[in-house]
């Protein structure tokens, strides 16, 4: 029964280049979110997704950001043109739809982005 | 409110001995609140939740207590163990016609000593 599954585990990148995180929910699970951190802090919301729909990206920057949870595959963070200021864990989580349970987020282990 | 980059605060404990972690929250209004704990390396893993209507829940040596008077929450962990060594968040959850987002604290770094 696998948890949320991010890949890849570590991203190295170049200023200029192209990120792009990918995110398999748990099982079962529709509901996903991206949050970002940086060292010695918590978490911080990006985005909600639910599958093929968009439903909160009030923290996600609106340029070179994106994200996606497509009907079939993973959800995508894809971030644009990175600079040093990207470097942090983004971390993903996923939840059920319903019932009792459906408010709680499950995490993956992350990937760590380092621009260079 | 959202957290600061500040090192993070650390309780030093003894194996063995009960620990307490604090918690103030900003939203009167979340529904749900949440403690993870975040090791080393990997992602925040689910600890125990409370919902607002309750004050205090138990799990399995840990016991969460809110304080919706002075928006308060805290964890207390018994027989603390060395695997216990990591940092802790609390998280609440604004209400919004559906669970969107979670809120984070700063965090506080448990360091258990034999």
């Known amino acids: 029964n696998a948890g949320v599954m991010q890949n890849p585990r570590h991203l190295v990148r170049r200023r200029g280049q192209e990120a792009r995180l990918r995110c398999s929910p748990m099982?079962?699970?529709?509901?996903v979110y991206w949050y970002r951190q940086l060292p010695e802090e918590g978490l911080k919301f990006m985005v909600y997704?639910?599958?093929?729909?968009?439903?909160?990206e009030s923290g996600m920057p609106k340029e070179r950001f994106s994200a996606e949870f497509p009907k079939e595959g993973p959800s995508i963070l894809r971030i644009q043109q990175v600079v040093r200021g990207d470097s942090a864990a983004y971390f993903c989580?996923?939840?059920?739809?319903?019932?009792?349970?459906?408010?709680?987020?499950?995490f993956g282990a992350g990937t760590r982005l380092s621009v260079l | 409110g959202e957290s600061v980059g500040l090192h993070l605060p650390t309780l030093s404990v003894q194996e063995g001995d009960n620990s307490i972690i604090n918690c103030a929250y900003s939203n009167s209004a979340s529904d749900y609140f949440i403690w993870y704990k975040q090791e080393s390396g990997k992602g925040p893993q689910f600890i125990i939740d409370i919902r607002s209507n309750m004050d205090k829940r138990q799990g399995q040596r840990v016991t969460v207590l809110l304080n919706k008077t002075v928006k308060h929450l805290s964890l207390q962990i018994a027989a603390t163990q060395p695997g216990d060594s990591a940092v802790y968040f609390c998280?609440?959850?604004?209400?919004?016609?559906?669970?969107?987002?979670?809120?984070f604290g700063a965090g506080t770094r448990l360091a258990v000593h034999p």
């Open positions: 989580a996923s939840s059920p739809s319903l019932g009792s349970g459906s408010h709680r987020q499950y």
């Open positions: 997704l639910q599958k093929e729909n968009i439903i909160d």
């Open positions: 998280a609440e959850i604004p209400f919004s016609g559906g669970y969107n987002k979670l809120i």
């Open positions: 099982k079962g699970h529709s509901h």
